[in-house]
């Protein structure tokens, strides 16, 4: 972590959102990355997010594991909550908050090694319980914060900085995640901002399991000739289905679309996902379809971005465990204690 804030002033000119904050207000300390990291960009990408969707940042808890990625959380919205838990951990800490007090946007911010390795356990029961968060995992290939050994993301046949090949099969977090019952899963890339600003924001209002493995290369031991996650690589195998542009149910609709180039998702909480397709024959709503297609890309070496499923009328943890709508931190000790008689009635049942 970094202890080196960023000054607060700012030019007086700078844009401001419906809650009057500028970018400023999203942003954290300054990052200790190595220069052009693709987390730093993803950073970039969620104070955008966020700024655009005029969040109050104190409605914000970010959790993380341990990793340069875990590390990030301290680099955007400096004014939110936040944990740097344990590595592998996020997910079931995230859950326990999240029970806790279902009225804050979590925000789950992971690395390949943090959630495909140590915390793969953690990452199926979060995601199958259907917990209602943005899971983010800033997908290098490498360990980076440990000096870029092979991450179970890493492609079979893909080779190390120094030559050597990767010869276990990899684990795809957005297969994975796909069959483990996430109501939103995605797949972008750090250095296509225009992908990934949107899918943060619908991932946002989705209430729901929102999963987003956005690949992201490290300059610094993955961005060679050889590896399948550089900059290079995945520029030229980038196989977008969609393009998308989130409209809130705050926020009037600006942009006029032709009849029959884009498909409106309608969300349960009033907002919009315009899709507009790339690919033809793909259905966003077909979870068997969207396995599938993924698999025959991966196997001609071909990354699929964009919104790949989404559900819109997800479940959450909380409505699996019918618990109460007021978070469950702020009931009193009269609604947690109902009394000698309640408690009489509950044994008389159990006899
Ligand atoms: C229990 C435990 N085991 C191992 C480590 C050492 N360790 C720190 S970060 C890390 C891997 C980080 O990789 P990733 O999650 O992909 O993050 P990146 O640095 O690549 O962003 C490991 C193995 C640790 N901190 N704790
Ligand atoms: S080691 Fe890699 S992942 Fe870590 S900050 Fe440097 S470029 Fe980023
Ligand atoms: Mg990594």
Redesign the pocket.
């Known amino acids: 972590m970094t202890y080196i804030a960023k000054p607060a002033f700012h030019h007086p000119g700078l844009p401001k959102n419906a809650l009057g904050y500028t970018h400023r207000d999203y942003e954290g300390n300054i990052s200790t990355l190595c220069a052009g990291c693709g987390?730093d960009s993803i950073t970039a990408a969620i104070i955008e997010a966020c700024f655009q969707l005029s969040i109050e940042p104190h409605r914000v808890a970010k959790i993380s594991?341990?990793?340069?990625?875990?590390k990030t959380p301290d680099y955007f919205l400096g004014n939110s909550h936040g944990f740097n838990s344990?590595?592998?951990r996020m997910p079931s800490v995230l859950t326990g908050a999240n029970l806790a007090n279902r009225d804050l946007i979590y925000l789950g911010v992971?690395?390949?090694?943090?959630?495909a390795?140590?915390g793969l356990g953690q990452f199926a029961h979060a995601i199958r319980r259907g917990v209602n968060m943005v899971y983010i995992v800033?997908?290098?290939g490498?360990?980076?914060?440990?000096k870029g050994?092979f991450?179970a993301t890493a492609d079979r046949g893909s080779k190390s900085r120094r030559g050597l090949e990767n010869r276990d099969a990899s684990v795809d977090l957005v297969a994975l995640a796909l069959q483990l019952g996430a109501s939103f899963v995605a797949r972008s890339f750090s250095g296509d901002k225009a992908q990934l600003v949107p899918l943060i924001e619908a991932a946002i209002e989705h209430r729901g399991a929102a999963f987003i493995d956005v690949i992201?290369p490290?300059v610094a031991f993955n961005n060679h000739p050889g590896s399948t996650k550089s900059f290079d690589y995945v520029r030229e195998h980038n196989e977008a289905v969609n393009r998308l542009d989130v409209i809130t149910a705050r926020a009037p609709i600006t942009v006029a679309y032709e009849p029959g180039t884009v498909e409106v998702v309608e969300q349960h909480d009033g907002s919009r996902l315009a899709l507009r397709k790339l690919a033809a024959d793909y259905d966003v709503h077909d979870r068997l379809a969207a396995m599938s297609f993924l698999q025959h890309h991966a196997a001609r070496g071909q990354i699929v971005t964009g919104l790949l499923y989404v559900e819109p009328e997800p479940e959450d943890l909380h409505t699996h465990l019918n618990t109460v709508d007021v978070p469950l931190s702020r009931l009193t000790e009269k609604e947690l204690c109902p009394g000698s008689a309640a408690l009489e009635e509950i044994n008389a049942g159990l006899r």
Do not use: A, F, P, R
């Open positions: 987390h594991g341990i990793g340069c990625s875990s344990v590595h592998g992971s690395g390949d090694g943090d959630s390795s140590i800033e997908n290098n490498v360990y980076g914060l440990t050994q991450s992201s490290c």
